[in-house]
């Protein structure tokens, strides 16, 4: 064994703001070295035509920056290593839609409305990717400017008649076909087909004109290796495309779905736009290799294996799905993993289809080739408590400058200090009468529903002292955690078996949130001893396609190393069934606000 050449993997993550590359070293089982490059996130809020109270946001980033940033980062880790000795690449990234047009150049999805001009001119100034938080297809912007000679009562009513929810037109369209049973029964705005149907509405030569779109993470491996094929995880989870092997006659793209919304087009040259070549992560199909353009853009060698890639959030639950304790064999299909980042993503196989309302799937093949996954979310997490935390009036004067980092060190050991002082059994105990529910961004699960807001539900004239924001912080950070336990509770009512959960990125830094996610759902959480598993997931996808390991469920068993759990804590359970009680009223009510 000693004699042997060193072997190693790559695993490229391309986030919301930032693209990370790590180089996995075999021997070690553990990244040799890592990277990051900061990525543009264009925002533009603009006025729905003709409507002065109404607002949209567009998110869009720029492909050519973040090649860029993949390429560079990938050459990072390379350094110090023969190249010939990494046996494969893998490739994750956010559901983002990429618009790519003639000769395979980008192509500005903002032709209709600029960007703030937050990126740099040139290399970010294209932005042709539709990010995946993006909700422009909430609203059908129509072109109401000719109909401005009309009174006012006259333009508002066709206002009222041209304003609606793509989203909602497609559900309406499609709600007695058997596709909507798997995402939950309704499709999300975070999906591919109502941005496509809002660029067909209101960009209709970019929608014409594009020579094909694409998932980010299908797009870095076409990048790499030229081949255009698509995943099975992007275009099942993100596209609509049906897979369910049980029904072999409706296996595939179904031309009744875009018939019935309005896209048409999307069929035409065997789907040619969309794909028409459909590969399983993971799965034994043909070979693919990074081609010489590729090889000379990453600096790898001509011919190295790239994986058929994940969404990033599936790359994160491929690798805590097979992640170990340390003392039990591993059941992936008892395990729920939680991706944290700016959302936070729940991923849960089963070997056979599980269909529960709210939540997305099942989804066959996935993210574990022939398994059904399951996929919940919470559309803001990371982002709602930084949320909470930077606009509290104690933070803006006395710990800005700290970072967030360190800012939330801070308040962790200041919530312990406090409880200890008030001699409370536990820190948790102190958010006491606040509550706070946790969907400034809609819910995405278990309801699936947009329009819901966030609350705050007890609070008095102290706004403004540390002691106010520590309570506050403590029981957004609750918020969080009895939404995960409302999720828990959705799947388990529909006859899935969680034995445990384990968790990875920002909020598993965080030690207070995961002590408060095990209390308040009772169960352990698992933190792996590898802190980068969304890359690692992509790594595995680079070793799977090299066959260096085995299959992908081998190739995982080896990489995915083992973690800690941290279990609940009994004396909290009492508290924080009561306080679940309470944010499951205030869900209750907030329902009955929006049925009004």
Request: aromatic fraction near 8%; hydrophobic fraction near 40%.
């Amino acid at each position: 064994m000693e004699n042997q050449e060193p072997i190693f993997f790559v695993g490229v993550d391309v986030g919301t703001a930032s693209v990370r590359a790590g180089l996995y070293s075999l021997a070690s089982k553990s990244f040799r070295k890592t990277a990051i490059l900061p990525i543009t996130v264009h925002k533009a809020t603009v006025n729905v035509r003709n409507a002065d109270r109404t607002r949209t946001e567009l998110i869009s980033q720029s492909s050519t920056e973040i090649w860029d940033a993949v390429c560079r980062t990938v050459r990072d880790v390379s350094v110090g290593v023969d190249v010939r000795q990494i046996r494969g690449i893998g490739f994750d990234a956010t559901c983002s839609l990429v618009v790519v047009g003639p000769g395979d150049a980008p192509m500005n999805v903002d032709g209709l409305l600029k960007s703030d001009g937050t990126g740099e001119e040139g290399i970010g100034s294209c932005l042709d990717i539709i990010m995946w938080m993006d909700h422009r297809a909430k609203y059908s912007i129509d072109s109401l400017n000719r109909h401005g000679e009309f009174p006012v009562l006259i333009r508002l009513s066709l206002f009222l008649f041209f304003l609606r929810k793509e989203t909602e037109y497609i559900n309406q369209k499609l709600a007695d076909h058997p596709c909507l049973k798997f995402v939950g029964g309704q499709v999300s705005l975070e999906m591919e087909i109502p941005k496509l149907l809002w660029l067909k509405t209101h960009c209709p030569d970019i929608f014409h004109g594009a020579s094909r779109f694409m998932d980010l993470c299908d797009f870095l491996s076409w990048k790499a290796s030229g081949d255009t094929s698509r995943s099975m995880c992007s275009v099942v989870c993100k596209w609509l495309y049906q897979a369910d092997p049980r029904q072999p006659t409706t296996h595939g793209w179904d031309r009744t779905i875009f018939s019935a919304i309005g896209l048409e087009e999307l069929c035409q040259e065997n789907f040619a736009k969309i794909g028409t070549d459909i590969r399983v992560p993971g799965g034994k199909d043909q070979l693919v290799t990074v081609s010489e353009k590729g090889s000379s853009e990453l600096g790898l060698t001509f011919g190295t294996p790239v994986g058929t890639s994940l969404i990033d959030a599936h790359a994160g639950g491929l690798a805590l799905a097979f992640c170990g304790d340390g003392k039990n064999v591993t059941d992936w299909s008892t395990r729920l993993a939680l991706i944290c980042g700016t959302s936070t993503c729940y991923m849960q196989c089963n070997r056979e289809p599980v269909f529960v309302p709210g939540v997305w799937g099942p989804y066959y093949s996935a993210m574990v080739p022939q398994a059904w996954l399951n996929e919940a979310g919470q559309s803001a997490a990371g982002q709602f408590l930084d949320h909470i935390v930077k606009t509290h009036p104690f933070y803006l004067s006395n710990l800005k400058a700290l970072g967030m980092s360190a800012c939330y060190n801070h308040l962790n050991q200041r919530a312990v200090e406090i409880s200890q002082a008030s001699q409370m059994e536990d820190t948790g105990f102190l958010s006491n009468q606040l509550h706070v529910f946790p969907d400034y961004h809609g819910n995405r699960s278990p309801l699936s529903n947009p329009d819901f807001t966030g609350m705050i539900v007890g609070l008095t004239l102290d706004g403004e002292s540390e002691l106010s924001l520590v309570k506050l912080y403590l029981a957004a950070m609750q918020g969080l955690a009895y939404e995960s336990r409302w999720i828990i509770e959705s799947l388990q009512n529909n006859n899935i078996r969680i034995g445990d959960l384990a968790i990875c990125g920002g909020l598993a830094n965080n030690p207070l949130f995961v002590k408060t996610l095990a209390d308040v759902v009772g169960m352990p959480v698992l933190l792996p001893f590898i802190k980068e598993s969304v890359m690692l997931g992509a790594a595995i996808l680079g070793a799977t396609a090299s066959g260096a390991l085995g299959g992908l469920e081998e190739s995982a068993a080896v990489m995915a190393g083992s973690g800690s759990a941290v279990q609940p804590a009994e004396k909290s359970q009492l508290y924080h069934k009561a306080r679940y009680h309470v944010f499951r009223k205030m869900a209750d009510f907030q329902l009955s606000l929006l049925d009004n």
